[in-house]
C-alpha cells in the first residue's frame, strides 16, 4: 500500500477532488495549511505599512491506495493540479505497511 500526500493550491482542490473521484478514489483526507517554498510569498498593505506575506494557504490531500493504483492516483493529482507556474505543490508517495478498518477490523487493501 502507498500513501500519497499532496499540497496544492487551494483554487486547485475542486478540480483535485473531482478528478480522484472520477478515478474511483473514495476516500481521502483534506487539511488546510500554510507553508512556503520556492514561491517566497508576497507583499502587502494593510492600513498603510507593508508587510510579507511568507507563509501561504495551501491545501493537503491525502490518499492511501492499494500498489496497483498508486501511480494512476499520482498521475491524477499531477494532471488536475498543475497551472504550470511557481506554487502548483507537490506530491509525496510513501510505503504504508498495515492499515485497519476500526468498524469491521479488516486489515490491509481491504481496509482501503
Known amino acids: 500500500m502507498k500513501k500519497i500526500e499532496a499540497i496544492i493550491q487551494p483554487f486547485k482542490f475542486d478540480d483535485v477532488k473531482e478528478a480522484l473521484t472520477q478515478a474511483g478514489v473514495e476516500g481521502m483526507t483534506i487539511t488546510e495549511v500554510k507553508g512556503f517554498g520556492r514561491q517566497k510569498g508576497h507583499k502587502e498593505i494593510y492600513r498603510g505599512s507593508e508587510y510579507t506575506v511568507d507563509v501561504l ?7 492511501v491506495a492499494t500498489d496497483e493504483r498508486a501511480s494512476l492516483i499520482v498521475k ?4 488536475s493540479a498543475k497551472t504550470g507556474k ?3 505543490g507537490k506530491v509525496f508517495v510513501q510505503a504504508v505497511e498495515q492499515a485497519f478498518r476500526i468498524r469491521t477490523d479488516e486489515t490491509d487493501d481491504k481496509a482501503v
Open 57 to 63: 494557504p495551501k491545501v493537503k490531500v491525502e490518499v
Open 76 to 79: 491524477t493529482i499531477l494532471e
Open 86 to 88: 511557481i506554487g502548483d
